[in-house]
Structures are given as C-alpha cells and as structure tokens.
C-alpha cells in the first residue's frame, strides 16, 4: 500500500468496528466484515492491508475458524498521525461525551477516539483529561435494536415504524416516520421527522419508542431537514414549534446575573431596571421556555405571550393547594 494513502472519517469507522470484531475473538472474516458494513469486499481487504502495513497489527487467517484474529495482543492507534493538540482535543471530547454514556452512541464514538488516542494518553494528556469534569446529570437507557433499526432507517431512508406512549405515560399509538435527524439535547435522544399520523414534523424520545421496525417503503429527503433551522432563533433544545412568539420575562434578584450568562436566543435584549432584569426574545420553542421560567420560581415572571402567564399562575394556585 502506498506510503501516501490518507486515512478517511469513513475509513476509520471501519477499522475501529473490524478491530472490534477481531479483539473479540469471534474471528471475522471478509464477507462478514463487508455485509457488516455496508461495504465491499475489496474495501475491506484493503482496510486490513492498512492494519497490517501502517498500523503494525499482527492480524492472521486461521483456516479452521475461517477468520481474522490477533496473534497477540493489539491496540491500534494513530498518534504519529496527529498533534499534540489533535490529541488533547479528542480526549477531552472523550469526557465530554460522558453524557450520553448509556446510549449506543457512546460506544461508538468512543471507540473511534481510543482508535486515534491509543498509546498517546500519557502525561500530560491524561492530566488535561483529569483537569476536565461532566457534572452529573439524569442518565436515559436508549434500546440497542431500537437504535440499530434508526440507524438503518437513516441510512436507507426508509420509513420508521413504531409505537409510541406519550409524556404522560398515558396513550400508546402506531407511528410511521420519515426520519430527518437524530437530535442530542441534554443527555437524551431524539428523533426528528415527518409523521405520517400526524401529516407534521414531529420529535420522538428514543426511550418513549418501542417495536421499531425499518419498512420498506422509501422516503425522499427534503433538502431543507435540519432539526436546527425549526427552533427559529432559540436555544432551548429539543423542542419546537411552526410558530415564532415574542417572549418578555422578568429576573429578580440573583436569577437577574444568571439569566445574563447564555444567550437563549440570537435575539435577545436585556433591559436593566432597579429591581429587575427583563429579557425579550423570538423562540418557537415553548416549552422548554415555559420549564425554564417555573424552574426560577419566584424569581421570573412572565409578561408575554399571554398564554404563559396564563399557565404560570395556573401552576402557582397549584402549589399554593400543596401547601
């Protein structure tokens, strides 16, 4: 193999899930690795001629279990192919994707990292990820079939079938999507598309989904599917709506330099009274507007849109019943 060849993003997947294979000990061979991967045999001949000639890895057939395996052990790494700073860049990606560390996505990209970190965690890379923290967070469990059949479905643009039980817990329905994205917000995932039930763009939490199954039936994919470009100019993650409102909420006391620390939406405009900080913005994204204005308590008020009021003082004669 030429000395000159560049490894790819999609070349990598691939020697990170045929170095999986091959330390597990289930003794992979060609044909398997390629239906694995959606790939073709000559692609994966060459990924281990790679493993082999620029990664030193004491990869042999055995005849008798007709598959790969390692002669001894191995831990594959491209440090000489990167910089310090590539370096401590990735591992601190490693500890930020902490948050998502119960869903298959972690395993995943994790391994991607160690293929290009291994060997090169010593010194003071270790002490950077020592130096870096995720606080903790509530953690979601995402179904490893459930996960695997979205992923099919992305990848074919087929459409996704599925039941699907409501926030409340309360109502279970079939649901037939075209998936667009999957959407990561706060150590849970989403699924963003068109329902077909609902004739709308919908999102759907991935643990809320049950009996996924990958149709046969194809979809095209609008050109414009990016779940970013419906939150219409707010940053409240993973929800949305088709309609824009005009927000404008009152801060009190210490809410009033909390609420100055992030930019909620590009639109925003604060304005400084005596007693007060008030925030005005465009969000279609209400709901989490409405969690974050009761999660401050008496210290937001809200002043529009008038349904907010409306459920914020429909949630305060609810807590004081409580009391």
């Known amino acids: 193999m030429s000395t000159q060849t560049k490894i790819t993003y999609r070349m990598l997947e691939r020697i990170s899930h045929i170095h999986r294979k091959i330390k597990s000990g289930c003794y992979p061979n060609t044909k398997q690795l ?38 001894e052990a191995f831990e594959p790494s491209m440090q000489n192919h990167l910089s310090d700073k590539d370096l401590r860049v990735m591992l601190s990606a490693k500890v930020l ?4 560390k119960n869903t298959p996505i972690y395993e995943e990209a994790c391994s991607m990292l160690d293929l290009l970190s291994s060997n090169a965690m010593e ?19 995402v179904n490893q079939e459930i996960w695997n059949s979205i992923q099919d479905s992305l990848n074919q643009n087929h459409i996704l079938q599925f039941d699907y039980t409501d926030r409340w817990g309360k109502k279970t329905e079939q649901r037939r999507l075209r998936p667009y994205q999957l959407v990561l917000d706060e150590g849970v995932c989403y699924l963003f598309g068109f329902d077909e039930l609902r004739q709308a763009e919908r999102i759907f939490s991935l643990v809320r989904m049950k009996n996924a199954v990958v149709t046969e039936d194809e979809f095209e994919l609008p050109e414009n599917y990016e779940f970013e470009s419906r939150c219409k100019d707010g940053n409240f993650g993973a929800v949305f709506s088709k309609k824009a409102e005009h927000y404008v909420i009152e801060f009190y006391n210490e809410a009033r330099l909390l609420v100055k ?48 009021v409306k459920e914020w003082k429909w949630h305060i004669e609810g807590m004081t019943k409580l009391m």
């Open 123 to 141: 010194g003071k890379n270790t002490a950077l990820m020592n130096r870096i923290a995720v606080a903790p967070t509530v953690e979601t469990n």
């Open 97 to 100: 994707l902490s948050h998502y």
């Open 34 to 71: 390629a239906y694995e991967l959606e790939s073709g045999l000559a692609t994966i001949s060459r990924d281990l001629d790679y493993m082999r000639d620029r990664m030193y890895a004491p990869i042999e057939y055995d005849f008798t279990h007709k598959g790969y395996y390692y002669t």
């Open 261 to 308: 620390e992030k930019i909620w939406a590009d639109s925003q405009v604060f304005k400084e009274d005596e007693n007060k900080t008030t925030i005005e913005f465009d969000s279609s994204q209400f709901l989490k507007i409405k969690s974050w204005v009761l999660s401050n308590g008496c210290n937001a008020k809200p002043i529009k849109p008038e349904w907010l």
